[in-house]
């Protein structure tokens, strides 16, 4: 039986004395997928997008769940080497220890080296509660928006908190 793939993150909670809500559902892959399972746990829920630049920067990006985030935009917002693409499934598991489908800023416990920048919409900080995957994408775990930031902080990570901008939806057909 392997380790649990949640370990290194309850460790720096429990060493910080954070206590958190964890629910266990379906593993999800996508917004909606978690919108469905996630029963009315409270709060804000986040979406994560690991990017890189042309550069191979790293850029973790942790949004509100239903912004629509322009990444061409967000590249030039953040100064970054040519405009940000999706990183890989190897870049993933090399600098935050996790798979596709489970990006979390917990797992900034696991970029041992920094090479990660963590940038945080600022819409997030309206909820007292943040919802975010503890390493896996069959748990949501709850945590205060103040002890979030306390976990990324003693990760070694700063926060850089940005409104991001967003991609203009057209309207769906129909409705």
Do not use: C, W
Not at 47 to 56: E, I, P, Q, S
Not at 91 to 100: A, D, N, Q, T, V
């Amino acid at each position: 039986m392997s380790a649990d793939p949640s370990a290194p993150a309850y460790a720096l909670l429990a060493k910080l004395g954070i206590t958190h809500r964890t629910v266990e559902h379906p593993p999800v892959f996508t917004v909606a997928e978690s919108q469905e399972l996630r029963g009315t746990l409270p709060g804000g829920h986040t979406k994560n997008l690991f990017t890189k630049d042309k550069a191979d920067r790293l850029f973790l990006i942790t949004a509100e769940e239903d912004s629509p985030i322009d990444l061409n935009a967000t590249s030039k917002l953040l100064g970054t080497k040519g405009r940000l693409s999706f990183a890989s499934a190897e870049l993933l598991r090399e600098h935050l220890g996790i798979e596709p489908g489970s990006v979390t800023p917990l797992a900034l416990v696991n970029d041992k080296a920094g090479l990660v920048t963590f940038i945080l919409e600022k819409r997030l900080l309206e909820h007292e509660v943040i919802n975010v995957h503890p390493l896996v994408n069959s748990r949501t775990t709850a945590l205060k928006r103040e002890e979030l930031l306390a976990y990324i902080a003693a990760t070694g990570h700063s926060v850089q908190v940005m409104e991001l901008p967003h991609r203009v939806l057209e309207p769906e057909a129909g409705g």
